[in-house]
């Protein structure tokens, strides 16, 4: 028993050994007030979220929903002598069926009359987990409310989601990204457009957060 306990201690500190010498993210500063971050993307995953708080344990704000093939990030123009905490984390869970939005010409965003149908809607509870295809919102529409609007609806069929993503890629763009977070159950909500996606395809995704990765810390110098 002695000797399998030595084993066992002798196998955890190697691997402890072996994730301090080959961390999944990393961080340098690549001048007094810009940090850029590398990470080795998990495979699978619909992509990582890069995220960073000012303590270790602190809340920590979403920087970015990166592509599924991205493993690097660059944030700039910080706060001078300021500490940084950054970690990233995988999400995974099925996409919709896609839909194909041309909006009309034209960049004025009108007044809303009336109840405001940008505001998220929740109507769902679906029964399905987030791990089966069939999770994946049904039913996707979209309505064009004029010519930078777009009411999404779908129907929710996932059961333990973080929340969902509309996810766009506009015409010419090689990859999705993400357009809006939103919460768990939610089944409506009104995208304002940006100025490359007046021809767009879209989709939705329930999604769940996977485990954080390792952090990686910096300070900033004077500007």
Known sequence: MIRRSAVVLLLFLAACGQEQQDPVLKSELTSPVDVTLHWRPEAGSA????????????????????????????HPDLIPETEFYYR?????????????????PGDEVPEIEGPDWTAPVKTGGGGTPVASPEAAAADLKAEVKHANGILFTWQDRASDEDGYLIEVRPAGAADYRVAVQLDPDTTSYGVITLPDEKTATYRVRAFRFGSPSNLTHQTTGKA
């Open 88 to 104: 990233v984390r995988p999400y995974t869970g099925p996409a919709s069926v896609t839909v194909d939005v041309t909006l009309p």
């Open 47 to 74: 992509g990582q979220v890069v995220e960073y708080a000012n303590t270790r344990d602190g809340d920590y704000t979403i920087l970015e929903f990166a592509t599924p093939a991205k493993n690097t990030y660059e």
